[in-house]
């Protein structure tokens, strides 16, 4: 009797032209490290009286098709979930290209994600998935991941792949070591850590349905938010954060290759902090900052990934 193992699934991916409607070709494999992606239903206790102290058979309450993706940060499949997140980029070059996606979209594609366990067999197919949270964290070491929440209309499952041929793009990842962060176009030094959130809000179209799927996920007021800890060495961010003026960060990945991710917040606000001494040791400081739009770029945030994929 075969069982279900992690190192023996699959996950694939496709871009849907109708939302909810799995295209038939076009799926490509993609790397990931976890999932909690699935669709759950419970069940509600009945709350009738008159039948003694067993209680009767419960009753299925709604479904809801969700989950979390952990995935590698890298310079190829990578822009899958921009495009998911942002929307379709502008992609200019001959190869190198380089695809320039920006917050603000109102029209956010949809996905169609397999989740396959071949051994049982079990294939999960997700239809009108929506990417509705990005984030990961920059640090001097480890292995660089990302967690991308999803929404998805519903689940329908096989005991067959219904992605069809599915294809392979190169897998090749950035690391912590390929990272550095700007302040207005100068290196920011003294940073311990970094941690970039980015949120559609997505607002479930919860509609009555004799499927019990949704109608959809609409995106609402985007946030990009995150902290970064600091040695304290000066006074130069608490300063900003006392005028309470802008600043641009940039956090970018560039690997010898030539691939390179850049994230570009064009106006971010700090908090004042707490300036804390907790024993002999350097001193601290965080600051959780926030985004918001900027009049001259027009957008919140540019994210420009370089690689060797024509168009996304």
Same mark, same amino acid.
């Given at each position: 009797?075969?069982?279900?193992?992690?190192?023996?699934?699959?996950?694939?991916?496709?871009?849907?032209? =109708?939302?909810?409607?799995?295209?038939?070709?076009?799926? !490509?494999?993609?790397? *990931?490290?976890?999932?909690?992606?699935?669709?759950? &239903?419970?069940?509600?206790?009945?709350?009738? $009286?008159?039948?003694?102290?067993?209680?009767?058979?419960? %009753? !299925?309450?709604?479904?809801?098709?969700?989950?979390? #993706? @952990?995935?590698?940060?890298?310079? /190829?499949?990578?822009?899958?979930? $921009? !495009?998911?997140? *942002?929307?379709?980029?502008?992609?200019?070059? @001959?190869?190198?290209? =380089?695809?320039?996606?920006?917050?603000?979209?109102?029209?956010?594609?949809?996905?169609?994600?397999?989740?396959?366990?071949? /051994?049982?067999?079990?294939?999960?197919?997700?239809?009108?998935?929506?990417?509705?949270?990005?984030?990961?964290?920059?640090?001097?070491?480890? #292995?660089?991941?990302?967690?991308?929440?999803?929404?998805? &209309?519903?689940?329908?499952?096989?005991?067959?792949?219904?992605?069809?041929?599915?294809?392979?793009?190169?897998?090749?990842?950035?690391?912590?070591?390929?990272?550095?962060? /700007?302040?207005?176009? +100068?290196?920011?030094?003294?940073?311990?850590?970094?941690?970039? @959130?980015?949120?559609?809000?997505?607002?479930? %179209? /919860?509609?009555?349905?004799?499927?019990?799927?949704?109608?959809?996920?609409?995106?609402?007021?985007?946030?990009? +938010?995150?902290?970064?800890?600091?040695?304290?060495?000066?006074?130069?961010?608490?300063? &900003?954060?006392?005028?309470?003026?802008?600043?641009?960060?940039?956090?970018?990945?560039?690997?010898?290759?030539?691939?390179?991710?850049?994230?570009?917040?064009?106006?971010?606000?700090?908090?004042?902090?707490?300036?804390?001494?907790?024993?002999?040791?350097?001193?601290?400081?965080?600051?959780?900052?926030?985004?918001?739009?900027?009049?001259?770029?027009?957008?919140?945030?540019?994210?420009?990934?370089?690689?060797?994929?024509?168009?996304?």
């Amino acid at each position: 009797m075969a069982r279900a193992q992690g190192a023996r699934s699959q996950l694939a991916a496709a871009f849907e032209t =109708v939302y909810g409607t799995p295209p038939a070709t076009g799926f !490509k494999r993609m790397p *990931f490290a976890g999932s909690t992606l699935s669709a759950e &239903q419970p069940l509600l206790s009945s709350e009738l $009286l008159g039948y003694g102290r067993d209680p009767l058979a419960p %009753i !299925k309450d709604a479904i809801t098709s969700d989950g979390d #993706l @952990t995935i590698p940060i890298d310079a /190829e499949t990578f822009g899958v979930w $921009l !495009k998911a997140a *942002f929307g379709s980029p502008t992609t200019t070059g @001959t190869g190198p290209y =380089v695809h320039d996606f920006e917050t603000g979209n109102w029209t956010l594609p949809s996905l169609a994600i397999e989740v396959g366990m071949p /051994e049982v067999p079990r294939f999960a197919m997700y239809s009108g998935v929506m990417l509705n949270q990005l984030s990961w964290t920059m640090q001097r070491s480890g #292995l660089l991941i990302a967690s991308a929440a999803l929404v998805a &209309q519903g689940e329908t499952i096989a005991i067959t792949s219904q992605a069809g041929t599915i294809a392979d793009l190169d897998l090749i990842r950035f690391g912590h070591f390929n990272g550095s962060i /700007e302040r207005n176009g +100068t290196a920011l030094g003294n940073v311990v850590s970094a941690q970039i @959130t980015y949120a559609n809000n997505l607002d479930r %179209i /919860e509609t009555i349905r004799n499927d019990g799927m949704i109608d959809g996920a609409d995106p609402t007021i985007a946030a990009l +938010t995150g902290s970064i800890e600091v040695r304290f060495a000066d006074t130069t961010l608490v300063q &900003q954060a006392i005028n309470g003026t802008p600043c641009e960060l940039e956090f970018a990945y560039v690997l010898p290759g030539g691939q390179s991710l850049t994230i570009t917040v064009h106006a971010v606000y700090l908090p004042r902090p707490r300036v804390e001494i907790s024993g002999p040791s350097g001193v601290q400081a965080t600051f959780d900052w926030q985004a918001a739009l900027d009049p001259a770029s027009g957008c919140m945030a540019t994210i420009t990934l370089t690689n060797d994929i024509a168009s996304y």
